[in-house]
């Protein structure tokens, strides 16, 4: 079974400050990797996703993420925090050659301090 | 191209009912899958559906089904309501319904159990 944990409930920084969320994955097997936003009172919207291509994964508004195997982690990173990044964030994981079961973390809020 | 699609956005019902929402995916989509999102518990797997067939289930009490429809439209169900079951109730559809492919989200219906 794959799991996913996301160090943080709550994280702020000032605009136009490096935004860091955190997320550590558990997987018997190679892992699919997602980042998810999600604004208030709606869905949740893809960020970038690793699938065993490059580890450095570029997404979309300027965040990236970086697959690190020997750290089992994805953190998601954008060197300049905008008013427009706050939102949840959620990391998820699914298995390769899996049916379209997708684990999620328990997200992380981003405020953005102006 | 048309999203996701889920009605009602909002529903408020008394405990004991039950409450049916419908989840229209993105054309071409045969796979979807339900989640529920609390603030305590994050986004929970309830089921996915692919071609009509339930694939895989997540850890709900049976008061909690699905179906899908031969055009991919779903459905799910919740019987015998209770307070617990106050959520947002998220569907997202797959093209694929492989692992490696993103999920695309509805807005979700939020159900108030009252």
């Known amino acids: 079974a794959q799991s996913v944990t996301q160090l943080g409930s709550h994280v702020s920084v000032s605009e136009g400050a490096l935004v860091l969320l955190r997320c550590n994955y ?25 699938t065993s291509a490059a580890t450095l994964v570029k997404g979309i508004n300027g965040f990236e993420a970086e697959f690190k195997k020997s750290e ?28 379209q079961k997708v684990t999620f973390g328990t997200g992380t809020k981003l405020q953005v301090i102006p | 191209k048309a999203g996701v699609t889920q009605t009602p956005r909002y529903l408020i019902k008394t405990r004991g009912q039950q409450v049916t929402l419908s989840c ?40 909690f089904s699905g179906r899908q ?36 989200f509805g807005q979700g219906t939020r159900l108030t159990v009252v």
């Open chain 1, 26 to 50: 558990s997987s018997s097997v190679p892992p699919y990797l997602f980042w998810y936003v999600q604004y208030p009172n709606q869905g949740l919207q893809l960020l970038l996703k690793y």
């Open chain 1, 72 to 99: 089992t982690s994805f953190h998601l990173t954008k060197p300049s925090a905008h008013m427009s990044d706050a939102a949840e964030y959620f990391c998820a994981v699914s298995v390769s050659g899996g049916y």
């Open chain 2, 24 to 63: 229209s995916p993105i054309s071409g989509h045969r796979s979807v899958s339900w989640y529920q999102q609390t603030p305590g518990q994050g986004l929970q797997f309830l089921f996915e559906y692919f071609s009509e067939t339930q694939r895989n289930k997540g850890n709900f009490p049976g008061r």
């Open chain 2, 69 to 104: 429809f031969s055009n991919s439209r779903s459905e799910m169900n919740v019987s015998t309501l209770e307070l617990g079951d106050s959520a947002l109730y998220l569907c997202a559809s797959n093209p694929t319904g492989q692992g490696d492919t993103e999920a695309f």
